[in-house]
DNA sequence: GTCAGAGCTTGAATCGTTTCAAGCCCGGGC
DNA sequence: GCCCGGGCTTGAAACGATTCAAGCTCTGAC
């Protein structure tokens, strides 16, 4: 591949000129400038990024860690990411942790090594010890947290409101009738998970129907897993729940799949609710009531808040917390008689 | 952050011993490693990969273009291609084209002047002026399409057997009855599109049926286009199709929703079957018949090849053309009775 | 006609590595 | 005791850009 000193040499100028017709940051005349670009065409050349970094110790780059990309929530994430990045004409490398929390480490290390100017994290779900998230956080090197908000750790972060979006789920599902309602969560590690709960509860106390605690039920995101799990608290002894929310796509999966085990129709036996689109939730039969995040915003905003550390625009000492609200599709699954047949 | 030469005064040793530790490519007395691996801990050092690459003109990445990662096939393609990466030691920088012949030319310039070591491509949809391709192809960087393969131009290409696989939907639907199936396909600019509806011919022509050219709804990738135009098909008068057959994932959800709108019901007024996993296939109900591409195979072979092709194991001057087979999952949507009563 | 200064253009230093060639040290063979 | 050679270690060049300071060429004012 030809380098600047090719173009300088077929263009008859010095490199220096090249290189002030490719960044334009200095002035040069027409005539040289017509010379260095038809050079540049003829030679095919593209100005090598990983020297210009080199000097310029700026790679306008970004890293984004999600735990799997397969899960449908974070292709638009790193969408809405990749968009924010564009405007300012970075990059953005996405790359998968599988939630573990050995390999969020080597990630993290590579990012740092390959010089990203951010990172966009979404923390692994296998618990990642503190003393590693102090390290990433006074990495030099700026960091929001999106999605899953760390612990006790002050850092940028951007997500659901949890809490909100939950409760309205929940009263929702009050609202049509439901009254003994179960929650299937992912890894109640995840502060996130803790919130929807919070919000479970509250829209529970709002009606005055009795937190039990039978029906918190908490799982893994693994829809396998789940769906056993449900499995077996569905087909217990005594009253069953009369409606299920679930906080998050895999384990709405694993819950769906747990009902279809058990013979259990929807909203007929039982109602549901979830959090996250399951990308055809239209077309169920019965259609699936959805808490549908902002994916694509959240990474948007995210990586505006990163662009900002970066270039040094916001200043603030504190951290940036940024809490966007979900909104609820109400649809078939959900669709229980008032003053419920269930007694 | 910390370079080499600060590691170096630190462990009170010269900068070429420093790389001798970190490469290993050179042996060290075992006193002086310690004391560099000591510094290299006490300053928390990340090699700079800017640097190397600079120097050793490798970058140890590969890039893949794909149309849009928020369809799911592709998450999977990724997943196999990071995997064979990682194995050697690579990382994998993703980008999405939309489907933009200009894009993806924009995309491209960046890619190369990242200086990744080669590219998965799969080629927009949008034409992509051959003149385009060659260009690419001739880029002195290797480069290996997947999926989707260009006419008359010879590349390195993995993808599914796409006519046998289109053939074995197809038939099955046939073997289940049906006898006017519809084909609706994406664009069929794409050469596999038109393997798939090739795929369709040769069911029926073995099952002795003839080709009704007005069962070949040809479409584009957006759900609801295809929507608008099956809705259209299936309202028209005259005998419609006793079943449809889909050639990709964003073509089925249109299909679907179209029978939605005209209510009708799957599989008893219409037979359905597709390509492409809809992530939750087994969880509608009906579930839906599917032809599963072994997506994150295809990622992960084509990633095998485009390493092969840099380290200069693969030097076969031909391409090397991969088809990988598909395998049918028969769920409730291709139920149909025998002899069916769609007279 | 001279000189100041504006505006281009250029050469050289520099970024953080790798790697080559050369130097150093030490032990063993004669 | 000397010399040879092997094995570590080191210094310096080089990768391809950016950028600073200096040089050059004009133009315009006096």
Chains 1, 2 share one sequence.
């Not at 129907?209 to 918190?216: K, R």
Request: with cysteine; glycine share 6%.
């Amino acid at each position: 591949m030809p380098s600047i000193k090719k173009v300088a040499e077929v263009a008859g100028v010095s490199v220096g000129t090249v290189s002030h017709v490719i960044t334009g940051s200095v002035n040069v005349s027409e005539a040289l400038r017509a010379k260095v670009q038809a050079a540049i065409r003829d030679l095919n050349y593209h100005p090598n990024h990983v020297a210009r970094s080199l000097k310029t110790s700026k790679t306008r780059t970004l890293g984004i860690i999600v735990p799997d990309m397969t899960i449908p929530f974070f292709p638009q994430v790193i969408r809405g990411a990749e968009a924010a990045a564009r405007d300012k004409g970075y990059s953005l490398i996405a790359v998968n942790s599988d939630d573990d929390g050995e390999r969020q480490k080597e990630l993290l290390s590579l990012l740092r090594s390959q010089r990203v100017e951010g990172i966009l994290l979404v923390i692994a779900a296998a618990p990642t010890p503190l003393s590693q998230l102090t390290k990433i956080l006074d990495a030099s090197i700026p960091v929001v947290c999106l999605d899953r908000i760390p612990d006790r750790v002050p850092v940028d972060s951007v997500s659901v409101e949890d809490t909100d979006a939950a409760e309205m789920g929940v009263s929702h599902l009050i609202h049509m009738g439901a009254r003994r309602i179960a929650i299937v969560t992912g890894p109640i590690t995840l502060k996130n998970e803790r919130r929807r709960v919070q919000g479970y509860k509250q829209a529970l106390q709002k009606a005055k129907i009795p937190v039990d605690d039978g029906l918190i039920w908490a799982g893994n995101l693994r829809p396998e897993d789940v769906s056993a799990i449900c499995r077996e608290k569905l087909s217990g002894t005594g009253r069953g729940p009369d409606a299920v929310f679930s906080t998050n796509g895999p384990t709405a999966l694993g819950a769906l799949r747990a009902f279809r085990d058990c013979g259990l129709q929807t909203p007929r036996d039982i109602a549901f609710a979830t959090f996250d689109e399951l990308t055809v939730d239209d077309l169920f039969t019965p259609s699936i009531t959805t808490v549908v995040q902002p994916a694509y915003d959240i990474g948007f905003r995210a990586a505006q808040i990163l662009l900002d550390r970066i270039e040094g625009v916001a200043t603030e000492r504190e951290s940036i917390t940024l809490r966007l609200p979900a909104t609820l599709k109400v649809r078939e699954s959900s669709r229980v008689l008032r003053a419920s047949a269930r007694l």
